[in-house]
């Protein structure tokens, strides 16, 4: 949705009817309009001024138009693909353009990589000297990433570092700035039959990362200011007094809490990582064993954090038998040198969404609750936990 000169509120949706189909037997997908008055009220569709994909796209992925006024003339992206090409990879970002945002003219697509099925939710938006391109990756991936550019028609460059806002379960993110700030709000994906090993679903919880610029251009992403806040009341976790030193060189240590979390809170904890230290973290929904729990582990020595839960569900008799067959559930990119490092972890019913160093974010659900304690550990090396608050919403 966008506002012109005259005040006029313009929204552009996708229209789909499965009843109405394309020549290839697959329900059309349109660019509809609508506008609207001051207060955002009394829509009026503009059914004349649908259109649906020129020729050499797929009539049934035209969807997700977003309008950005660039100098002089209005342009309008939209997730498309080609209707030749590999069958993985013809989805590109068509690009259309207007003087007078009804009638709009095909030009060369923004970002046309040949690579993915489809480039979901488009966006471009300029932040100081950049440019970014912003976009949900239609594949087994499914995630949200970005690109940077000097101009508004690119050449889009992969950032430094990492390319992703989150993880696979946070999807569909559109950004919105207020007051110089940039947001990206996306869902936190359901997964079927409210299991850990459930399929991802479609859709899920509305959730809402705070972007940093950085000296590079590159972005980072945290909780919002806001949504800490919410967190006021102090909560004691039954741990032991800190600092809590870890000495876990050759073996796996952990600590657990004594006291029970309420279904929702914030932990911040500060961690002092050794070097050459494997893995450290801290555990949520855990058992007082801390043999069962969600687990956001830092990994060093790969650059990486990870989000782990135990157990999973059994297939068969023998241990590697497990579910999934996998080693973990997410893994992030993230610098991780000898030395301090923040990790705030928001969780809230069966939501865990952690951040490290307000720079990596790492959003996944944990629907088993093995207990209701917080815990610390460290594996193949030495940590401090230097400082934990943990607190309630308000």
Not at 40 to 56: E, R, S
Not at 176 to 186: D, M, N, P, Q
Not at 258 to 276: G, H, N, Q, R
Request: proline residues 6%; charged residues 25%; negative net charge.
């Amino acid at each position: 949705m966008i506002v012109d000169d005259e005040g006029v509120a313009h929204l552009f949706s996708t229209a789909q009817n499965p009843k109405r189909l394309g020549d290839d037997g697959r329900p059309l997908q349109l660019v509809a309009h609508a506008t609207g008055g001051e207060g955002l009220g009394g829509w009026v569709k503009h059914p004349t001024l649908t259109f649906g994909a020129p020729a050499g796209y797929e009539a049934g992925d035209w969807r997700d138009p977003f309008v950005f006024r660039d100098g002089g003339i209005w342009r309008m992206l939209v997730a498309a693909r080609h209707a030749d090409g590999p069958e993985r990879r013809r989805g590109t970002v068509a690009q259309l353009t207007s003087t007078d945002l009804e009638t709009w003219t095909p030009v060369d697509p923004i970002w046309d990589p040949r690579r993915y099925i489809a480039h979901e939710c488009p966006e471009v938006f300029r932040w100081g000297d950049w440019w970014y391109l912003v976009y949900s990756e239609f594949s087994d991936a499914f995630c949200t990433r970005y690109r940077m550019a000097r101009s508004s028609q690119g050449p889009w460059l992969l950032p430094p570092g990492d390319d992703q806002i989150d993880t696979r379960a946070f999807y569909a993110a559109k950004s919105v700035e207020r007051g110089g700030r940039r947001f990206f709000v996306g869902w936190i994906a359901t997964r079927e039959g409210e299991t850990d090993d459930g399929a991802w679903q479609w859709a899920g919880t509305m959730s809402v990362l705070e972007a940093d610029q950085r000296p590079d251009g590159s972005l980072s992403f945290r909780l919002p200011e806001e949504m800490t806040a919410s967190f006021g009341e102090s909560l004691g976790a039954g741990m032991p007094a800190l600092p809590l030193t870890l000495n876990a060189v050759d073996r796996y240590v952990d600590v657990v809490g004594v006291e029970d979390m309420p279904d929702a809170f914030l932990l911040s904890a500060e961690i002092e990582i050794d070097e050459a230290t494997e893995e450290v973290g801290v555990l949520v929904r855990s058992s007082s064993d801390g043999d069962e729990a969600g687990a956001i582990r830092l990994e060093p020595r790969r650059s990486r954090i990870v989000f782990d839960c135990w157990p999973r569900t059994l297939t068969g008799s023998e241990q590697w038998q497990i579910s999934g067959d996998v080693p973990f559930v997410f893994e992030r990119p993230c610098p991780l040198a000898p030395g301090r490092h923040r990790v705030d972890i928001l969780v809230e019913g069966e939501i865990v969404v952690a951040v490290v160093d307000e720079r990596v974010a790492l959003s996944t659900r944990l629907y088993r609750r093995a207990g209701e304690r917080i815990g610390f550990f460290a594996n193949g090396g030495g940590a401090e936990l230097v400082s934990l608050d943990i607190r309630r919403r308000a």
